[in-house]
């Protein structure tokens, strides 16, 4: 079944990004609405789509467990195909999960040039509450331009955990003060807002395309 996207910026964008979402929530999430306002105000063209798990929530086959992320490998890649040739470069990337499998499969696409950069937003780098069982080995020889964006107190990865882990150095790193997996603060504690934090996060993105796109 061909892959059905919601799309959002300008059509003639000179970079597309495509995003999964993440474990729990739909690619129409508030989250993931927020987070696709500000990239598209930033001019740049953004797709989304859902692995078959959740796009089955929307139908009478009803709720279904998210499955292993290897499991959906294929999906992402699929996505890829369906999305078809695009105005200029194109990145891959998600929420949580979604940018975990997107990291899975990056670099057989940007080998073959099919991509320019992976983009995760909230890295699930363990379990909450099971910092011992780490999702970072294939992170270590990840050739793909790659960014993630993380909140500084995210439950599935802390500044203070993550700082100690072995990453590629083609991987950078932007912190948000405060920032949970969601990449929301606490304003009372962080003095930042939501829309702050994400307003930093698309120039943080387009900083970073600037470096990775000739």
């Known amino acids: 079944?061909?892959?059905?996207?919601?799309?959002?910026?300008?059509?003639?964008?000179?970079?597309?990004?495509?995003?999964?979402?993440?474990?729990?929530?739909?690619?129409?999430?508030?989250?993931?609405?927020?987070?696709?306002k500000v990239l598209a105000a930033a001019g740049l063209r953004i797709a989304r789509f859902e692995f078959a798990y959740m796009a089955s929530r929307r139908t009478d086959a009803g709720r279904r467990p998210p499955p292993r992320a290897d499991k959906v490998m294929p999906e992402f890649v699929a996505a890829v195909d369906d999305l078809g040739p695009t105005n200029g470069p194109l990145i891959i990337g998600g929420k949580s999960m979604g940018g975990r499998v997107a990291s899975m499969v990056a670099d057989p696409l940007y080998e073959a040039g099919r991509i320019a950069g992976l983009l995760c937003l909230g890295y699930p780098f363990h379990p909450p509450g099971q910092p011992e069982q780490l999702r970072t080995k294939h992170l270590v020889g990840v050739k793909t331009p790659s960014l993630i964006v993380q909140g500084?107190?995210?439950?599935?990865?802390?500044?203070?955990?993550?700082?100690?882990?072995?990453?590629?150095?083609?991987?950078?790193?932007m912190w948000l003060e405060d920032g949970d997996h969601d990449l929301k603060p606490r304003k009372?504690?962080?003095?930042?807002?939501?829309?702050?934090?994400?307003?930093?996060?698309?120039?943080?993105?387009?900083?970073?395309?600037?470096?990775?796109?000739p």
């Open 1 to 36: 079944m061909a892959t059905s996207f919601i799309f959002d910026g300008p059509e003639d964008a000179e970079v597309t990004i495509l995003l999964a979402h993440g474990a729990g929530a739909p690619m129409d999430s508030g989250s993931m609405n927020a987070t696709t």
């Open 188 to 213: 009372t504690i962080s003095g930042f807002s939501a829309a702050e934090h994400l307003a930093t996060m698309a120039s943080a993105v387009q900083g970073w395309i600037g470096r990775i796109v």
């Open 152 to 173: 500084t107190r995210d439950e599935f990865g802390t500044r203070q955990e993550v700082v100690h882990y072995e990453l590629s150095s083609a991987i950078e790193l």
